[in-house]
């Protein structure tokens, strides 16, 4: 028979035959535990050894319509899931300690509940004393939810299972405890078991599940990552320590568009929609100076302004540091090799920090060329013509790459007060946005027409 494995990591999920102090799998330092296997023993018999029942198959033309998606009203929740909660979804929704987790979704089950589902809120971590004190705090203390403390995964499937709820929300995954696994709450085989009960139970019955999931570095407790695969909808709340916005965004989403994110300012009365969010991440913005740069960005379905800031300054150091907050350190890499192969411009002996104001996160290739102006507005000490935004991928070979939904972005600048942008050329026609849209088709001539070198 073959030996089993009975390492798992805590992180990951991945299993091992033995253990090691890091997870091949996902890097993780200190992760991987000893765990007793779901079914230990002879279970392992082959499936071919006994006929299974049939299954009903149906063709890809079905008469019933989809069924009715229900609004709670806070629009930046809404349209991260795809259009309001579909019924029988389960959804994880994962963040940092201390995040806000608990206070969204006593927010979101109350509007949940308010435009009538009927809504249970489990906490795990808090008494329900604590969690009424919160609701009061919001505000909410007359929503119609149903609060309850506990964490035997048994009783609470039964209370479920009689009080038949339409949404039940579970704060957190890793507080649950299945009593037929024998292993700690928060361990993988605790998160798997729990995640799979309560998903299972939400498509059977008819209800619709939000989880919560605790992000940990330690791995103390199983990350949400072991339960991303059995949800519907993976939604991680985001934010930097010392600002006030979160963002809520939408990494995987069957009923709706991944990559789209909500923005939330956390208040004193909880958590409040930013429907404008370019005006909130521009705002700290002052006069044009130089390696400051606006970049005309789209985050899933909206399109988002956002400010890169860049200084270079000669390094007293042997080896230049390269610090990034809220973009990628790989790509800034490429840019600045982009820079020095194709424009001749060194960076080399130069420190170089480059920050996203705000602390917002930007993943969209789109930004490279609003990163090498801000690069290079710092690095020549010239700031860029004022009122200009700047959008476009940038290819090895030091091309500018067309990106998508150039109108969207256009627009969106002229109703922030920009009046010019910088573009790739070959792509999309920018519509009628009353931009003074200059197109260039690569960085050298970018460098040449806007820092007057190259
Ligand atoms: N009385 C208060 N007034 C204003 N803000 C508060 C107050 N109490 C808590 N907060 C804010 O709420 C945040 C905690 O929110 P919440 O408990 O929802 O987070 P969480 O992600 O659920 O945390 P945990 O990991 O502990 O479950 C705090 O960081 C704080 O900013
Ligand atoms: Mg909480
Ligand atoms: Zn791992």
């Not at 050894?49 to 069924?67: M, N, V």
């Not at 309850?148 to 479920?160: E, F, G, H, S, V």
């Not at 090498?372 to 790459?401: H, M, N, Q, W, Y």
Request: hydrophobic share 40%; charged share 20%; aromatic share 6%.
């Amino acid at each position: 028979m073959a030996k089993s494995n009975s390492f798992t990591c805590n992180a990951c999920g991945a299993s091992f035959g033995k253990w090691s102090g890091r997870c091949d799998a996902c890097g993780a330092w200190n992760t991987i535990v000893e765990e007793t296997p779901l079914s230990a023993g002879p279970a392992s018999k082959s499936l071919g050894a006994r006929r299974g029942a049939p299954i009903r198959l149906t063709d890809l033309t079905t008469e019933e319509a989809p069924p009715p998606r229900t609004n709670s009203g806070i629009s930046e929740l809404d349209r991260v899931l795809g259009g309001g909660l579909v019924p029988s979804s389960a959804i994880l929704v994962g963040g940092d300690p201390g995040i806000g987790k608990s206070t969204l979704l006593l927010q979101a089950a109350a509007r949940f509940a308010q435009a009538g589902l009927k809504t249970i809120y489990v906490s795990g971590e808090e008494a329900s004393a604590q969690v009424r004190m919160r609701a009061q705090r919001l505000g909410l203390a007359d929503a119609p939810v149903q609060l309850a403390a506990a964490t035997n995964l048994r009783d609470i499937l039964t209370t479920l299972e009689t009080e038949k709820p339409q949404l039940a929300v579970i704060d957190s995954i890793q507080t649950m405890w299945a009593d037929n696994v024998d292993s700690a709450p928060g361990s993988v085989s605790q998160v798997r078991a729990a995640a799979h009960e309560l998903t299972t139970f939400a498509k059977r019955r008819d209800m619709s599940v939000i989880l919560v999931g605790h992000v940990t570095k330690d791995g103390q407790i199983a990350g949400p990552r072991v339960v991303e695969h059995m949800v519907d909808t993976v939604l991680y709340f985001e934010g930097e320590r010392g600002h006030q916005f979160r963002i809520l965004r939408a990494v995987k989403n069957r009923f709706g568009p991944a990559d789209e994110i909500g923005v939330f300012e956390m208040t004193g009365a909880g958590l409040a929609e930013v429907l404008n969010p370019s005006a909130l991440f521009l705002s700290e913005r002052g006069e044009p100076s130089p390696g400051s740069v606006v970049f005309a960005g789209v985050e899933g379905t909206r399109p988002l302004l956002v400010e890169f800031q860049a200084l270079v300054a000669p390094s007293p150091h042997s080896q230049p540091r390269r610090s990034v907050v809220g973009w990628d350190g790989g790509r800034l890499a490429m840019i600045l090799a982009v820079l020095e192969a194709r424009c001749g411009i060194p960076f080399a002996g130069m420190d170089v920090y480059l920050n996203v104001a705000g602390g917002m996160k930007v993943s969209e290739p789109a930004a490279d060329l609003a990163v090498a102006a801000a690069l290079l507005s710092a690095r020549e000490d010239k700031p860029l013509p004022p009122e200009t935004v700047v959008f476009g991928e940038i290819s090895l070979s030091g091309a500018l790459r067309p990106v998508s939904q150039t109108e969207n972005r256009l627009k969106e600048a002229q109703k922030l007060g920009f009046t010019a942008a910088i573009a790739p050329s070959g792509g999309k026609p920018g519509g009628d946005s009353g931009m003074k849209l200059t197109r260039m088709g690569d960085l050298t001539s970018f460098v040449g027409e806007v820092f007057g070198a190259g």
